[in-house]
């Protein structure tokens, strides 16, 4: 539960050729709209997404709430370990018209369904300990061929994320690049 009081405000941002109408709080992570971050994740891969989708780490909803809107036929969920968050994320889906499930937990304690698709734009400010642990549980909670697509800034860690992804994963793949961030 975020310590800075709730500060609930709307605003609108578009992606796809649709627009969204969401509501972000203080102490949720991006409340000024979609960061460019998880924009660069979802140009990368949304386009291949089908199945089973997991938003890891949502926050307010923005990436699922995209996956969701612009994906009709894949099976949402999204988690957060903030309640705040996972508060947003409920009423943003309904508000968008956006069928998914949304689960409040600490990385996957909530979670035991497994996935095509686990997206992450990971806590970097909890710790590379913190990050690694999501990596590692991910590889548990995905589906024979399934992807676990990230994205970090290359200041932030990128390269070492990296290397520590290629002892969990057969295949790791640099799927796009742009302002520092690697996906």
């Not at 796809?16 to 992570?29: K, L, P």
């Not at 291949?48 to 926050?59: F, M």
Request: aromatic fraction near 8%; charge should be positive; charged fraction near 25%.
């Amino acid at each position: 539960r975020p310590a800075a009081p709730s500060n609930r405000r709307r605003l609108v941002f578009s992606y796809g050729g649709q627009d969204f109408s969401v509501q972000t709080d203080a102490g949720v992570f991006s409340k000024d709209g979609l960061d460019e971050g998880s924009r660069l994740l979802l140009d990368a891969a949304l386009p291949e997404i089908t199945g089973k989708v997991l938003d890891l780490g949502c926050g307010w909803g923005g990436v699922g709430l995209v996956v969701g809107k612009l994906k009709p036929y894949a099976q949402l969920m999204l988690s957060d370990i903030n309640q705040r968050a996972c508060d947003l994320a409920r009423d943003n889906l309904r508000e968008n018209g956006v069928p998914g499930l949304v689960v409040c937990g600490d990385g996957f304690e909530a979670i035991r369904n497994r996935f095509d698709w686990i997206l992450l734009n990971p806590p970097i400010r909890a710790g590379k300990q913190v990050v690694y642990r999501l990596f590692e549980d991910s590889s548990r909670h995905l589906l024979p061929g399934g992807r676990l697509v990230v994205v970090i800034r290359k200041e932030q860690g990128a390269l070492s994320a990296r290397n520590h992804l290629e002892t969990l994963y057969d295949q790791v793949a640099l799927m796009a690049r742009k302002k520092g961030y690697h996906v």
